[in-house]
């Protein structure tokens, strides 16, 4: 087993991590930007080590800074949490090389499925129902002009390297697809230094459904059930749940088979999720593979009382998996809690938190990294907090989850606590009929509103 494990991370995620790894004795080091000199993972780690100033490009995501943090501390493992480096195949590759053990994919695994094109072909290999559309990246315009013809409009243009909504466009009549084309491409180079382009099928009313897995170095795979993630604006999750709404035991089970079948095809090693999308006939459709734990872990360890971050760290230590799949047996919502105004777009509000009360109760988990007289730097991602509620019913989770909203108060700042507040009321959520365009056809009310 690891003695000590550097956390190339910040916030909450970096705070989760730290928490597991006292459980299991093991020691840990933080590091962080000058901005975040005052967060608490910098107060709860064992040791923390400053690697650059404020920008992610000159602190989180300066390779360099990192490995010699691990270094300097002697750490033999590095956790990457989500976003930044950690599906980084370079950064992966380089622990490799400094006899760092990477507690994430392997760099040949990450650059399989990280890039999308390329798990569209390797899943298609594996027998896992793929999302029609083009083979590989389009050369050029006039193949993508083909290729839309001959899968029929309305039509997704996607970028290969994309996350995060860049270099997405819907294309729903051929006279938009040249502008689409164009923009997406430039918008995808912008942002990833990457402008290839493939095409699918556009899915009508679709819900955003991932598997959760966990695979171990001898190609073992298990799947821990499903999280319904339709709810986001401008592919932004803004709220997750388990078990969806929507989903049958059958389907269930269907999707649970192809998530172990992609993870043991490519002998998958450590904790991912398969993506699908699902319409409204409950076809469903590889999306992606997020290589990573992802942010919304937290309630499939509620549901089936198990510690993600625990066996990500097992697993990268070479402990087999027991390669039985985990059903959920009670019900949980998770809402990210970002530092934003909903009534004004979701306009960032970085800042201090002059007052914070956060709610308790049974079933109430609260993963945060801030606190009363914590200043929110305005270079990171705007998530402050994950909201979670569990119970044996879904109706019971979201009275749960209304009654911990109306307690969590964080002041100093505006949130989206209100927006989640609102959510709650809503009768398609509550009736769990919702897709991911849900979004494009909620109003924000302005009673829920924080008026200080």
Same mark, same amino acid.
């Given at each position: ?5 550097? +956390? ?12 597991t ?16 000199? &005052?967060s ?23 390779? %360099?800074?990192? +490995? ?19 599906e ?9 090389e *400094? ?15 990280? &890039? ?15 999302? %029609? /559309? ?5 050369? @050029? ?10 899968? /029929?409009? %309305? ?40 402008? #290839?382009?493939?095409?699918e099928?556009? +899915?009508?009313?679709p819900? *955003? ?25 401008r ?5 997750e749940?388990?078990?969806? $709404?929507?989903? !049958? ?29 699902? &319409? ?19 309630? !499939?360890?509620?549901?089936? @009382? ?12 070479g402990?087999?998996?027991?390669g ?12 990210? =809690?970002?530092?934003?105004d ?8 970085? /800042? ?8 308790g109760? *049974?079933?109430?988990?609260?993963? !945060?990294?801030?606190?009363? /007289?914590?200043?929110i $730097?305005?270079n ?7 909201l ?21 108060? =964080?002041? #100093?700042?505006q ?30 009310e302005?009673?829920?509103?924080? *008026?200080?």
């Amino acid at each position: 087993m690891f003695k000590k494990i550097l +956390i190339a991370n910040r916030g909450e995620i970096a705070l989760r991590v730290i928490r597991t790894c006292k459980e299991m004795g093991i020691k840990t080091v933080a590091v962080y930007s000058k901005a975040d000199a &005052d967060s608490l993972h910098v107060r709860f780690a064992d040791e923390a080590v400053c690697i650059g100033p404020a920008p992610s490009s000159e602190s989180y995501l300066k390779i %360099p800074n990192i +490995i010699s943090a691990a270094e300097i501390t002697n750490a033999d493992a590095i956790h990457p949490g989500y976003g930044f480096l950690s599906e980084n195949s370079k950064f992966s590759k380089i622990c490799e090389e *400094h006899d760092i053990k990477f507690i994430g994919a392997s760099a040949e695994m990450i650059e399989k499925m990280g &890039d999308k094109a390329t798990a569209k072909a390797t899943m298609k290999e594996a027998g896992v129902p793929c999302v %029609p /559309g083009s083979e590989g990246i389009l050369e @050029d315009y006039d193949e993508c002009l083909k290729v839309a013809k001959g899968m /029929g409009f %309305p039509v997704m243009l996607k970028a290969t390297a994309g996350g995060g909504g860049k270099g997405m466009r819907a294309v729903w009549a051929v006279e938009d697809l040249e502008d689409a084309w164009n923009s997406a491409r430039q918008e995808a180079g912008a942002a990833f230094g990457n402008d #290839g382009m493939y095409m699918e099928k556009l +899915i009508e009313e679709p819900r *955003h459904i991932e598997i959760q897995i966990v695979g171990d170095s001898r190609g073992k795979a298990c799947h821990l059930s499903e999280r319904d993630c339709s709810v986001q604006r401008r592919h932004q999750k803004l709220t997750e749940e388990t078990p969806s $709404p929507f989903m !049958t035991d059958d389907l269930r089970e269907k999707m649970g088979n192809a998530a172990v079948k992609a993870a043991e095809f490519i002998k998958y090693e450590g904790a991912g999720t398969v993506e699908f999308l699902v &319409d409204k006939h409950r076809n469903f459709y590889f999306m992606e593979m997020n290589t990573r734990i992802q942010v919304e872990h937290p309630i !499939t360890e509620q549901v089936i @009382d198990y510690d993600l971050i625990r066996e990500q760290i097992l697993v990268a230590a070479g402990v087999p998996i027991s390669g039985k799949n985990y059903f959920p047996k009670l019900h949980s919502i998770e809402c990210r =809690i970002n530092a934003e105004d909903p009534y004004k777009g979701f306009r960032p509000s970085p /800042g201090m938190i002059t007052n914070l009360h956060a709610p308790g109760g *049974h079933g109430v988990r609260i993963d !945060t990294h801030v606190y009363s /007289g914590y200043a929110i $730097p305005p270079n990171y991602d705007s998530m402050i907090a994950k909201l979670i509620t569990t119970a044996q019913t879904r109706e019971e989770a979201i009275n749960k989850m209304k009654r911990a909203l109306d307690e969590f108060i =964080i002041e #100093g700042i505006q949130t989206t606590i209100p927006f989640h507040r609102q959510l709650m009321d809503d009768p398609a959520y509550i009736s769990g009929n919702y897709t991911t365009k849900f979004m494009e056809d909620f109003v924000m009310e302005e009673k829920y509103a924080d *008026h200080d």
